[in-house]
């Protein structure tokens, strides 16, 4: 694990980059996102106070930000994230599938965050549009859980689609077909022309006769459709395929791990190049560093992870179909799920637990200007 934190960088940089870049056209939600990561576990900002009526000592828990650039938050939300997925995923093969753009994209989703949607809809029709033509009458129809990234390895604006898709789909009439098959080849040029109409049909008016120029462009220089990725992989269960997909959906667009170095002006962090995984080190002025996180800070209210066919709503077969998780499962992980369970799983020890032996009780919430007192017994943890 790495000894640097983007935390701390931010600690030291976010104001001093601030007042450095002026002109900077930041949005509101980083401003926000940004605060309340440095301000995770700050006691000031409120705490649970817990009590040993042995050794008559107290220890307060402090609150946690909750935010989606929180590398710390960011892990339980991933876990919860992948506990909610695991719920409806069905027991069956799934396909990791990877939809990408060109370079020559990518700037009319950087300019207009909204078009970020047009990614998911035509990603997911692509699939859906697949399937159904497989047999017209039946309809078959899959389970699809979708995630962006908006970054690539080396954390340029990159924004493409992570899809899970169950090799198989419900019929009208069958209950459930395997689909082993699914040619990646087939769904190219299914997506180039999904997203180049989406694309067509949602830019401003002022932008359509550059736009007409580059889709001719872009449909010439790539007769074979855009770059999807759908071969069979080798994961040896759903779980890991989902911790895959989703590792970066609640926080920062890179693991403080791959920070090298950082010495209060320049951060040195790695990557595996995609193109021969050859290990690359970049050395930044912290500035630029934070530069390149802040940018894939998601819009306030934007949904990353999207569900769609029997994924999405209930399906005639539904009740016929089986969940990876029963239900007695459910309710298990429910459980390991609560603070006090998930810490002693995750770091192998009872925070409720006092140094002198004894189990310590809930005793008071504390919140700036205000006091919440439990007065009965402590809540569930």
């Known amino acids: 694990m790495s000894k640097y934190t983007i935390k701390q960088i931010f600690i030291d940089n976010w104001d001093k980059f601030l007042l450095e870049n002026p002109n900077l056209n930041i949005r509101p939600v980083v401003f926000e996102e940004v605060k309340r990561m440095i301000n995770c576990g700050n006691p000031e900002l409120g705490y649970a106070l817990y009590y040993c009526d042995h050794c008559n000592k107290f220890v307060n828990v402090p609150f946690r930000c909750k ?24 027991r069956c093969k799934h396909r990791h599938i990877v939809f990408t753009i060109p370079k020559q994209l990518r700037i009319y989703f950087l300019e207009d965050r909204n078009l970020l949607n047009g990614l998911f809809v035509s990603a997911s029709e692509t699939i859906l549009s697949w399937f159904h033509d497989l047999n017209k009458s039946q309809n078959f129809t899959p389970g699809i859980m979708c995630t962006l990234h908006t970054f690539g390895r080396d954390l340029k604006w990159n924004p493409h689609i992570h899809m899970l898709c169950s090799e198989g789909g419900a019929g009208n009439i069958e209950v459930f077909r395997k689909v082993p098959h699914i040619s990646f080849k087939a ?13 067509y049909e949602n830019l401003p008016p002022s932008k359509l006769n550059t736009f007409k120029k580059l889709r ?94 029997i ?20 309710e298990i992980r429910k459980q390991l799920r609560k603070w006090r369970l998930s810490i002693e799983l995750s770091f192998g020890y009872d925070p409720t637990k006092c140094s002198c032996g004894n189990f310590m009780i809930f005793f008071k919430l504390v919140i700036p200007k205000k006091y919440s007192i439990a007065t009965t017994s402590p809540p569930s943890v």
């Open 67 to 90: 935010s989606r650039f929180c590398n710390t938050c960011g892990v339980k939300y991933a876990q919860d994230r992948a506990f909610n997925i695991s719920k409806k995923i069905i």
């Open 187 to 199: 769904l190219r040029s299914r997506w180039q022309k999904l997203l180049l109409s989406y694309l």
């Open 311 to 330: 994924y999405a709503k209930k399906h005639k077969h539904s009740s016929k179909i089986f969940k990876m998780l029963s239900q007695t499962q459910i």
């Open 216 to 309: 001719n462009l872009l449909y010439s220089s790539y007769d074979n459709g855009f770059y999807v990725y759908a071969k069979p992989d080798d994961i040896s269960s759903i779980k890991i395929a989902v911790d895959y997909v989703i590792r970066y959906t609640g926080r920062p667009a890179m693991a403080q791990s791959r920070i090298l170095d950082y010495d209060g002006e320049y951060v040195t962090f790695y990557y595996q190049r995609h193109e021969d995984n050859q290990r690359v080190e970049e050395k930044v002025h912290v500035f630029e560093f934070i530069k390149k996180l802040i940018i894939h800070i998601p819009d306030k209210h934007f949904k990353i992870v999207r569900y769609y066919g």
